[in-house]
């Protein structure tokens, strides 16, 4: 699976709070949650992105709060890929377990500034920026891991693995 | 191969001999949490296994604490919806309003948390059990529904890092002011994917409320859990509230810890977190003068008897600041119902402060104590990021229940040394 798309670059320690705040939470509708997903962070980025584009950030991505609705926000929203330096362990389970594509690579994340546009290249683990011709390497996922997403989330893993 | 108190429960629960640090295993839960915010998205997952059961009913904990008693429509809608699943799958352990608290003090008091036990909620702040013992932490709905439906969750088995505890806290100063000290000195991501283990001889000096407060706070380091070893305080709070025989793990002599913290508790100062990080600490000698709008006290952090009793012993008899909105939530219906019979709800409303049913209301900008732009509060609770408590140019300073009370007192964030017992 490939995607490409522009970039919208964070700082660290982007939390749960400002991914989606909690006064929305009287809701799981994703839709909804999408349509007020970064806003208290960046006003523009509902307005601005478009599907496909990706998230830069440095650390922690994700710290905070355990609510799904945060990768949902941004799933829905049209973001094909989470890359960072790191990410908060909840964020990261939720994002795998609900099939949101992230990637850990410090070394991509210090070379991609807003705006640029960048390609991933799953099966390759293979992160290309368009706009300066770079290329990085990401870790690629534990098989267990790989295998969930192979099933499209947590649910259908667990459904066959140990419901059957 | 030496294994941490951490390890050695999942590796019980995995129904192995031994674990790793970085190993991925499936584990049997003894435990699954859910609330009004992230149940219902579990339960719509829950529906795409298409069966009927969950793997146990009595394994299974339901909690309407966050938006309640119902703020708005919608939250009123989701509790329906919880409510009704916990009806259709006879969930023994749902708690409807009346007998609903916040959820990590409530489960604990009820007697669903043991020594020992695995336990999963879709809350990032369930690490708190790690004070009796069990290991807990945090997920998402997805695992939730997962547990619901199979008992059993993915784990990637932490490492941990030793804070190895000597002395005694100073008068006023308490478990959070510990905790914030921690995070202050190792980073919001400080802990990141790790355990937290505390050991020492200076363990016994910290009640169980200390305890809980300190584990709660252990996902603001990034933490996976949070957990103290089990000694005669842990075992007298379960022998009160449990009837299930604890098991105890102790951690292997020769357990790998990435690091070591010696903390010497009597060197801890009160200390707050400043917006907008909960590592973003000061001690109370050096915040300046910070003028306040607003104090909440209480929370799953910091609103159990205790907390109570020390805000009550620093209002007695006065009045808070009269441009200061002080609000007070017992986190659970015992809680309040002790609080009444000792008095302390009645020197809270003299004082001139609100007291509220149990919910996690303003902690996280739900409803019950809502900043507009630009003002700043005072909170007992657990984070401080931007919009946490409202408006996204509103302050959260987070600090214990004495620097809270003191701070309804002054106007500012104050000391409670500095205030004078009536």
Known sequence: MRVKGKVFRYASNVDTDVIIPARYLNTSDPQELASHCMEDLDATFVASVTQGDLIVADENFGCGSSREHAPLAIKTVGISCVIASSFARIFYRNAINIGLPILESAEAVKGIKHGDVVTVDFSKGAIINETTGESYTSEPFPPFIQEMMERDGLINYLKEEVLQ | ?422
């Open chain 2, 1 to 422: 191969m030496s294994m941490t108190m951490s390890q050695k429960i999942l590796a019980a629960h995995a129904n192995v001999d031994e674990v790793r640090a970085g190993q991925l295993i499936m584990a049997n839960l003894d435990l699954v949490l859910g609330n009004d915010i992230t149940a219902p998205v579990a339960i719509n997952e829950f529906a795409k296994f298409g069966i009927d059961e969950v793997f146990d009913n009595s394994k299974i904990a339901l909690v309407p604490d966050h938006f309640t008693p119902n703020k708005d429509i919608k939250a009123a809608q989701q509790c329906k919806q919880m409510r009704q699943f916990a009806h259709a799958k006879g969930i023994e352990h749902y708690f409807e309003i009346g007998a609903m608290g916040i959820e990590h003090a409530l489960l604990p008091e009820q007697g669903l948390v043991n020594a020992g036990d695995l336990i999963i909620g879709a809350d990032s702040h369930t690490c708190t059990y790690g004070a009796l013992g069990a290991f807990s932490t945090g997920v998402g709905s997805s695992d939730m529904a997962g547990g619901m439906a199979t008992g059993k969750a993915w784990f990637k088995v932490p490492g941990a890092l030793q804070f190895n505890l000597t002395g005694r806290l100073g008068p006023w100063v308490s478990g959070k002011d510990l905790i914030l000290h921690i995070i202050g000195m190792i980073g919001v991501d400080g802990a990141l994917y790790k355990s937290m283990e505390f050991t020492g001889e200076g363990v016994a000096s910290l009640n169980i409320d200390d305890r809980f407060t300190i584990c709660n706070m252990a996902i603001e380091a990034g933490a996976k859990n949070g957990i103290f070893e089990v000694d005669a305080v842990a075992l007298e709070y379960l022998q009160a509230h449990n009837t299930k025989e604890p098991k105890i793990y102790s951690r292997d002599k020769g357990a790998h810890y990435e690091a070591r913290y010696e903390i010497d508790l009597s060197t801890i100062r009160p200390t707050v977190a400043f917006p907008h990080l909960p590592s973003n600490t000061r001690v109370i000698d050096e915040v300046g003068n910070i003028e306040i709008d607003q104090v909440v006290i209480g929370s799953c952090t910091n609103g159990r008897i205790s907390d109570l009793r020390i805000a009550a012993k620093i209002l007695q008899g006065k009045r808070v600041n009269p441009r200061v909105r002080t609000i007070i939530f017992p986190a659970t219906q015992k809680i309040y119902l002790q609080a009444l019979d000792e008095g302390l709800l009645k020197i809270f409303v003299e004082a001139g402060a609100v007291v509220s049913t149990p919910t996690c209301g303003p902690c996280l900008g739900g409803h019950m104590g809502i900043l507009a732009e630009g003002e700043r509060a005072v909170a007992t609770t657990n984070r401080n990021f931007v919009g946490r408590m409202g408006h996204p140019a509103s302050e959260v300073y987070l600090a214990s229940p004495a620097v809270a009370a003191a701070s309804a007192l002054s106007g500012f964030i104050a000391n409670p040394e500095t205030i004078k017992e009536s």
